[in-house]
């Protein structure tokens, strides 16, 4: 769903459906848009052949939609009132990394990583809208990170460090040294910010700090979201 309530009430939903293409004998993504304006669906012109796409991660950011392909070389943008899809090259820096987090904040997309399960940095990089390219926005030194937790051994902190459920989003903050990596230490919420490296705790004493740990082998990507105060309101 795009929405922004800043800019209009109204909402779009984009819908990817998957079809069988009868000339190639493959499957095809379709792309369907519903606006909450007209109360009506239309069938866009864009579709791509082939399933290496996640849908189920899409990020919405100033009028498109991203995902990241499943290769990891790149990843797609559909813009929802152009109806194009169009392709953006990752960084040779990138390619080949574990991504461990991607996701939008006040208009700006992320995409962090680590080169591999032993890698000490963590790279942070933003998209370039203006010249769909990516960039190193940010470095984050796990050992730093973990650091103010004692209770961490050297190789529980790296594989907590690189678990699917560690990284939780990129906040972007109204001052570039306000901007902070939130990520989950043993059941513990804590914000790292870029600038001053400085730790703090969010949430500590959670009764469901065990549900957080079992589910760190989940799919890439957590789906933690930022509490926006909007349709509720209205």
């Known amino acids: 769903m795009a929405f922004d309530p800043l800019v209009s009430p109204h909402f779009k939903v984009i819908c990817v459906q998957v079809v069988i293409c009868p000339s190639r004998r493959r499957l095809a993504s379709k792309f369907l848009k519903f606006s909450s304006e007209t109360g009506q669906r239309v069938d866009t012109s864009v579709s791509v052949v082939g399933t290496?796409?996640?849908?189920?991660?899409?990020?919405?950011?100033?009028?498109?939609?991203?995902?990241?392909?499943?290769?990891?070389l790149s990843c797609y943008r559909f813009d929802i009132d152009a109806e194009k899809l169009t392709q953006i090259a990752l960084p040779p820096q990138a390619r080949g990394s574990h991504f461990r987090h991607f996701g939008e904040s006040c208009g700006h997309l992320y995409l962090a990583g680590v080169r591999d399960n032993t890698a000490k940095i963590l790279n942070v990089y933003e998209l370039n809208l203006v010249n769909m390219k990516w960039n190193i926005k940010h470095w984050v030194h796990i050992d730093r990170l973990i650091s103010s937790f004692p209770q961490v051994n050297v190789n529980g902190g790296n594989q907590m460090c690189h678990s699917t459920q560690s990284i939780l989003g990129v906040l972007r903050g109204e001052?570039?040294?306000?901007?902070?990596?939130?990520?989950?230490?043993?059941?513990?919420?804590v914000s790292y910010n870029f600038k001053s490296?400085?730790?703090?705790?969010?949430?500590?004493?959670?009764?469901?700090?065990?549900?957080?740990?079992?589910?760190?082998?989940?799919?890439?990507?957590?789906?933690?979201?930022?509490?926006i105060a909007s349709l509720h309101h209205l």
């Open 52 to 72: 290496g796409l996640e849908f189920a991660r899409g990020e919405y950011c100033n009028g498109a939609f991203y995902w990241i392909r499943v290769n990891r």
């Open 175 to 189: 001052r570039d040294e306000d901007s902070a990596l939130i990520a989950n230490v043993l059941g513990t919420v």
């Open 197 to 227: 490296k400085k730790v703090e705790v969010l949430l500590s004493e959670l009764q469901w700090k065990d549900d957080i740990r079992s589910i760190s082998a989940g799919p890439p990507f957590v789906p933690a979201y930022t509490l």
